[in-house]
């Protein structure tokens, strides 16, 4: 249960980013007060201050871990007199898990105690402090709040807000010391080869209904929701979290074995908090299994069906994507071959081949999907069309369909194969002839992306084994739906023309369209041998210079392009480089910024990893408004593009 938001909220929280300074005054989410228990500073070197969040009803802000997406709140004290440093507290959160992302919160309210280290003892101190906050609801706002406090020399009696004060006090987890105090900490895996961290701690009761486990470490993994359990013999409550990484146990021993685990311990109305440093697993320790629970119900917990339901509609739409000529092509030879004569049985048989050939193809890209993150290499849709092997194959294999198709030559079966099957249609495929078009459909189909393909492509590589072969099913069977329409619905067929020579015209036209795709895939193989080319008036992107641009003021348009990638070029040419867009995005202060990904580039893989994508296209905007980007739709409109280039400029 941890994706939709490698899709919804990673892309939220980019589509909604912090400005230098708000452009217009706009609606707060939050009423934000910084208060001080005290009336003045005393003779005390650290003075007791308060950032009091009141945000609107069901609205949340995040953790200073904030789990899979968010941002922990940002202080700046700058401009403030006689302060030393600030150490901000942070009261015990609570779990959101929504579309398969874990996410750690404050709902409604919440209190940040700050200790302020004086310079001077006994001096008065003027405190200026500006807080960059994201506040969510079923969008992400960056919220931006300046505010100032006075806390005069003299005695540090009771202020009007101690009791406030206090009530925040409470509210932070304790020191897990004494009754209450962790032991120990292991890795484990269990029979799905997951990776958890299990660890144990002394409590004299058993812990709440709700009860929580917070896991960090300065290795900057992400941790799921715990299995906790009690044992009432020993007082001992164990915690097992697992750990999102493909990294084998024994690399993720020895990355975690470099500093404690801060753990923070969420039991109803307490909390506790504390370090403990990984340790051998204990002899006698139990095995990783769920009780009464089927190892396939718990992995099937990890998807949402959202995110099924997403890469549903991915495949489905990814028919109707620029790609879809050549695999069109295919279709319409398929439906024409039966020319309405084939009985149910055969019609039925023919087209769940070719769906067959589809969804297997799937599995074989999450086969080879999976061993390339488990050796560690960058993954993503599409890549293998940065492979000249790959390209050179591919193009052999569309001219060979279309020589075929233009008939200068059959493909008989082997005779031994022949004499043992009743006799066919002199034009109609093989079973195995149809299954392939299924295969050939999935390959043509895969330079393409298409609404909701990110999502659920981004969500399932971002996770295990079992994730992407169950994404990868569903996606399978969307772009497969067609094909099972037509075979459970066979009265289509009665709408077909009869067989004719229009149909080997039809082969000759379809077999064009092919060599079209051929000549396309030879120009990928030949410029996979040159540098990367950056389009006439863009820059080569340089993520580390962004900054600096929108520092400036400036509006920075990144692309993230291929040579391979059909809804890239169809994105460049009906909309980014239409007349009336191209002008207004040529302005002196927008910068165009380009990054060619036909060839590997781990730099720009990583680039995408930042927000949760795997694939392209890629369109982000970055500006003043939003030094953090505006992340565009995979189809761009531009509306769209508009919309974003004003709200980064800040207008």
């Not at 006689?82 to 404050?106: D, H, M, W």
């Not at 004499?419 to 149809?434: D, F, Q, S």
């Amino acid at each position: 249960m941890r994706i939709f938001l490698t899709f919804c909220l990673l892309t939220l929280l980019s589509v909604q980013s912090f400005a230098a300074e708000p452009p217009k005054p706009r609606e707060d989410h939050v009423q934000a007060r910084l208060y001080s228990p005290v009336t003045g500073t005393g003779d005390r070197e650290t003075v007791p201050v308060a950032l009091e969040l009141k945000l609107q009803p069901n609205w949340d802000t995040y953790w200073r871990t904030p789990g899979d997406a968010g941002l922990p709140p940002a202080l700046d004290w700058k401009g403030s007199e006689n302060l030393k440093s600030a150490i901000i507290k942070f009261p015990v959160p609570k779990r959101q898990t929504a579309f398969g992302l874990e996410n750690i919160i404050y709902l409604d309210e919440v209190t940040f105690p700050v200790d302020i280290a004086v310079e001077k003892p006994g001096a008065a101190l003027k405190l200026k402090v500006h807080a960059d906050l994201l506040v969510c609801n079923n969008i992400c706002v960056p919220e931006k709040h300046d505010l100032t406090l006075d806390i005069p020399a003299g005695e540090a009696n009771a202020s009007e807000d101690a009791s406030a004060y206090q009530k925040a006090l409470e509210r932070l987890p304790k020191p897990a010391e004494g009754d209450f105090h962790f032991e120990r900490a292991w890795l484990d895996f269990d029979p799905a080869n997951k990776n958890y961290v299990v660890t144990e701690a002394a409590a004299p009761d058993s812990p709440p209904k709700g009860a929580d486990l917070f896991v960090e470490h300065e290795a900057g993994l992400t941790y799921g929701k715990p299995a906790i359990s009690y044992d009432k013999k020993t007082k001992t409550i164990s915690f097992r979290v697992e750990i999102f990484s493909n990294d084998p146990l024994d690399a993720l021993k020895d990355k975690l074995g470099k500093a404690p685990f801060t753990l923070t311990y969420a039991g109803g109305d307490s909390g506790f908090e504390g370090t403990v440093s990984l340790s051998e697993k204990p002899a006698g320790a139990p095995p990783l299994v769920t009780p009464h629970r089927a190892p396939l119900v718990e992995k099937m917990e990890s998807v949402s069906l959202k995110i099924l339901l997403f890469a549903l509609l991915g495949g489905l739409i990814l028919n109707l994507m620029p790609c879809v000529l050549p695999v069109l092509s295919l279709k319409v030879l398929s439906v024409v071959s039966h020319g309405g004569k084939d009985n149910k049985k055969t019609i039925f048989r023919n087209f769940m081949a070719s769906s067959a050939g589809i969804i297997v193809s799937f599995w074989m890209m999450a086969g080879a999907l999976v061993a390339l993150k488990s050796a560690g290499e960058s993954v993503g849709w599409g890549i293998q069309f940065q492979h000249p092997w790959f390209l050179v194959m591919l193009t052999l294999i569309v001219l060979f369909f279309a020589a075929n198709m233009w008939g200068l030559f059959e493909i008989p079966l082997p005779r031994f194969i022949a004499k043992n099957i009743p006799a066919k249609h002199e034009h109609e495929p093989t079973l195995a002839g149809h299954f392939l078009t299924g295969v050939f459909a999935t390959l043509l189909a895969t330079p393409c992306s298409a609404p909701f393909l990110g999502t659920a492509i981004g969500f399932a590589l971002a996770r295990g084994s079992f994730e992407i072969f169950t994404i990868f099913t569903f996606l399978g069977l969307g772009l497969a739906l067609p094909y099972i329409a037509l075979a459970v619905s066979p009265k289509l067929f009665k709408y077909m023309p009869k067989p004719g020579k229009w149909m080997v015209n039809l082969k000759k036209v379809l077999a064009l369209a092919l060599l079209l795709t051929a000549l396309w895939l030879a120009n990928v193989v030949v410029t996979l041998q040159t540098m990367p080319a950056i389009d006439d008036g863009w820059e080569k992107l340089d993520q580390a210079a962004i900054p600096a641009l929108v520092q400036e003021g400036k509006t920075v348009v990144v692309d993230v392009t291929a040579d391979w990638c059909l809804t890239c070029k169809a994105n460049k040419k009906f909309i980014l480089e239409q007349k009336a867009l191209a002008e207004a995005m040529s302005h002196d202060n927008i910068v165009k910024m380009q990054g060619d990904w036909t060839s590997n580039d781990e730099a720009i893989a990583a680039y995408l990893r930042q927000f949760g994508r795997y694939g392209i296209p890629f369109n982000v905007i970055y500006g003043p408004g939003a030094p953090d980007g505006i992340v565009l739709p995979e189809l761009l409109t531009e509306k769209a593009v508009r919309d974003a280039l004003d709200e980064a400029a800040g207008e």
